[in-house]
Every structure is written in structure tokens, then in C-alpha cells.
């Protein structure tokens, strides 16, 4: 595709492909979003709480910030103390940064050289597309809480209008004033909701209510319950699984932001027996730290039986187009990584299958961040690479948002489906 086309594409995939070989690409989590739902869109301005507070005269950013390039501080007349030496995990830590470094800062200069671009992101968190704003907030409710606190919570699926001769249901409220013709409640804990409709459903729980994509289900539970997902044969399990867990972060748990997990948890979860019976890509968010880097690696993989295939990077950048902060800041580096890897399946030559390719190393994904710890929909830059059904059968675990045609299980999987993040198209 043409250089000049692909900003008018973008508009409309999301996606933006640098036609060079830094193998980078830009993605609007907003955008490629919005193709889940047919009468809400994500509001840009809920879903970018952050990084856009440069000013609007401030030029565009052409430089990549690093340790060296740091304004000097004045010197003080007492000798300045050398850092301590690095230990063993920090130096392979280092060693695995400087290997990615260079990648990173190709990628980052195919966005900084391309001038459409960096004026298409600064107007990311417009909520200029002719949507109704919400006109008052609701109070969040927290799941987890929810779990302990009530014993038989209900969530109220108000389905869409789909024959004229059905009675209608008027739901009385300023965001969901919706038509529907029926109204399923169901348990909202330990049990699969589905919306198997080709519509958004708005879904009610505590006079909450919470936007739910096309074809996509969830099942709200602790980890204790998700053996409930393991399909009853291999022929009905996922091909492509995301994981998203709750590693031990210190900053997660003094910010209350959510409840984490020690690793030897995530070795019970059952990828596995969750795979379906051509095999499975799976896809890893894991930090930069060390420890949990190697612990993915050298226990988790091979403890879920995945064959580690490949790293990509997630590159976060501020609408000017500069780094969130230094690309070499030891414990607070501009980018997390997605590891990924394979299960093996059984040969299958159904016409329902078709080959995909083996995915590629040093992948690099640039966004503007969201909200804390919330990650960009990377479905799409995955498909080819998984193995089996087309359409692949999906599913991501420790969830905290839906996606269209996807099974979603968590403790909080609508977290980010709560009404207070979208607009009425």
C-alpha cells in the first residue's frame, strides 16, 4: 500500500503498517475496538487518561530520549557515588535490553519520520465522531469485592430488538435507552454469559450497566473455577489464548489498582487442556523484570506444555511521538513484552483449516498507553500466526475487557466494559 494511503486505512483498521523493515506498527486501541460494537463506541478521552499534556504549540519530538542525552546537573562538590555492580539477574536483564534496544529505536524512528502519522496522534483522544456523551457517572463497582460480599449476584442481559412483531422492553435509562425484546438474567459469577447475538448487548448489574460485543462471552470467576472452561473435548478448545496475569508488582499493590498473584499460581492454569486439537499460539504479557522473564521462559512454558516461538515488543509513546520516559531507565523502561509460543497439535487436513506461518521474532507494537495495566487489542497481529480453525476459537485469561467473537474469563472481565468508557454512535 502507498504511503499516502495508509493514513485514510488507518482510520479505519486501526493499524498502521511503516513500510520499511523495522517490522513496527502503530495501533489506536480505540479504533480497532470500535469494530466490536455496532451502537457504542469507545470514547477516546476515557480510554487515553494519560500522556496527552504537551501543549498544543509544542513542536513534534524528533529526538529518542536516552540516559545520555539527559540534561546535565549541576556538580556537587562531594564525589559522586558509583551505582553498585549489577548482579546476575540484572545483567542478563541488561543483556536481553541492549539486544532489543536497537530494534526499539528503529521502530520508534519509522514513527518520528513519518509526519502523517504524528499529526494523527495527537488528535487520538478526540471524542470527535458524532457521538452522545454520557450525561452523568456511575459509581464503578469493584468484582472482587462483589464476589465476597454478595452470595447470588445477577447480571441482566437486555438482548436487541431482532423481529418488528416482538413486544418490546423500553430500558428507562439516560445511557442504555435501548429497544430490546427479551431480558435473560443469569448469574453473573461462575457461570458463561454469551451474547450469541450479532449485536452490542447492554448488560445490568446493580444498576450498572456494561457494554457487551458481538458473539463474545465471559466467565467471571476466581482461579479456583476455571477449570469450568476446559471444553469436553480438544475438537472444542482455542487456538489462540492471550494471558494476562496479575504478576506481583509492588507498585500494583500500594496503588490498590488490583489484587496480584504469586507466579507458583500460574502454573495450575490449564492451557493444555484449553487447547484445541490442531494446537494453540499462545500469547504471554509478561514486565521487564528479570525474574519474571525467566520465570515464563524457563517454568511457565514448559509447564503448560508451550514451545517458546518468539518476543514482541510493546513500544509506548506520548501523542507528541517522544517515549514516555528513557528508552534506558533500568526499572522503568518504555515498553513490556509479549512472549509467544506453540502447542503442538494433531495433523488435520479439514478444508475448515488452513497453514498460517510460523510467527517472526522482534516484532515491534507502538501505542499511546491507556489506562494503568490495561493492554492494546492485539488480536489481529496474531491471526496469521495461529495454527488451525478459521475462524480461530479465541479466549483471554485474567481478562478485564470483551472482545467480539472472544471468550473472556477473570475475576473483573468487564472492568473496562462499564459504561463510563463508551459513547452512543
Known amino acids: 500500500m502507498a504511503e499516502s494511503q495508509k493514513p485514510a486505512s488507518f482510520n479505519e483498521s486501526g493499524i498502521y503498517f511503516f513500510n520499511d523493515d523495522s517490522n513496527a506498527v502503530f495501533l489506536d486501541p480505540v479504533r480497532v475496538l470500535n469494530r466490536s460494537y455496532n451502537r457504542f463506541n469507545v470514547s477516546p478521552s476515557t480510554y487515553y487518561p494519560r500522556f496527552f499534556e504537551s501543549p498544543r504549540n509544542e513542536p513534534l519530538s524528533t529526538t529518542v530520549t536516552t540516559s545520555e542525552q539527559q540534561p546535565k546537573r549541576k556538580r556537587k562538590r562531594n564525589k559522586k557515588k558509583e551505582p553498585p555492580p549489577l ?110 447475538t450479532e449485536d452490542d448487548v447492554v448488560a445490568e448489574i446493580l444498576n450498572n450497566h456494561y457494554i457487551v460485543p458481538r458473539q463474545s462471552c465471559f466467565y467471571m470467576s476466581d482461579l479456583g473455577q476455571i477449570r469450568n472452561l476446559i471444553p469436553a473435548n480438544a475438537d472444542s478448545g482455542f487456538n489462540l489464548i492471550v494471558v494476562d496475569p496479575p504478576w506481583e508488582n509492588a507498585s500494583a499493590s500500594q496503588k490498590s489498582r488490583y489484587p496480584t498473584l504469586p507466579n507458583r499460581y500460574f502454573l495450575s492454569v490449564p492451557i493444555k487442556q484449553l487447547t484445541h486439537t490442531d494446537g494453540a499460539l499462545v500469547a504471554l504479557w509478561v514486565t521487564n523484570r528479570e525474574k519474571l522473564r525467566s520465570f515464563a521462559e524457563n517454568e511457565l512454558f514448559p509447564a503448560w506444555g508451550v514451545g517458546y516461538a518468539a518476543t514482541f515488543y510493546w513500544l509506548k509513546v506520548k501523542a507528541n511521538g517522544s517515549l514516555i520516559g528513557d528508552i534506558d531507565l533500568f526499572h522503568h523502561r518504555p515498553y513490556e513484552c509479549l512472549i509467544l509460543g506453540y502447542i503442538a497439535g494433531k495433523v488435520n487436513n479439514s478444508s475448515k483449516h488452513s497453514k498460517f506461518k510460523p510467527v517472526k521474532d522482534h516484532h515491534v507494537i507502538m501505542t499511546i498507553p491507556g489506562d494503568y495495566s490495561r493492554k492494546p487489542p492485539i488480536a489481529d497481529l496474531l491471526l496469521d500466526y495461529v495454527p488451525g480453525l478459521r475462524p480461530p476459537r479465541c479466549i483471554e485469561l485474567f481478562a478485564r475487557e470483551l472482545t467480539a467473537g472472544w471468550v473472556s474469563w477473570g475475576n473483573e472481565p468487564l472492568h473496562f466494559q462499564d459504561s463510563r468508557y463508551f459513547v452512543k454512535r
Open 87 to 196: 548482579n546476575a539477574r540484572e545483567q542478563i536483564a541488561n543483556r536481553r535490553h541492549q539486544e532489543a534496544r536497537p530494534l526499539l529505536l528503529k521502530a520508534h524512528e519509522s514513527l518520528l519520520q513519518c509526519t502523517e502519522m504524528l499529526d494523527v496522534l495527537r488528535t487520538l483522544r478526540n471524542d470527535s465522531c458524532g457521538c452522545s456523551k454520557r450525561e452523568h457517572e456511575s459509581v464503578q463497582h469493584s468484582f472482587i469485592d462483589l464476589a465476597r460480599e454478595v452470595l447470588h449476584l445477577e447480571v441482566t442481559l437486555n438482548m436487541p430488538l431482532r423481529e418488528p412483531q416482538q413486544q418490546l422492553i423500553e430500558i428507562n435509562d439516560d445511557f442504555a435507552n435501548v429497544q430490546c425484546c427479551e431480558q435473560r438474567v443469569l448469574p453473573a459469577f461462575n457461570n458463561l454469559v454469551t451474547n450469541d
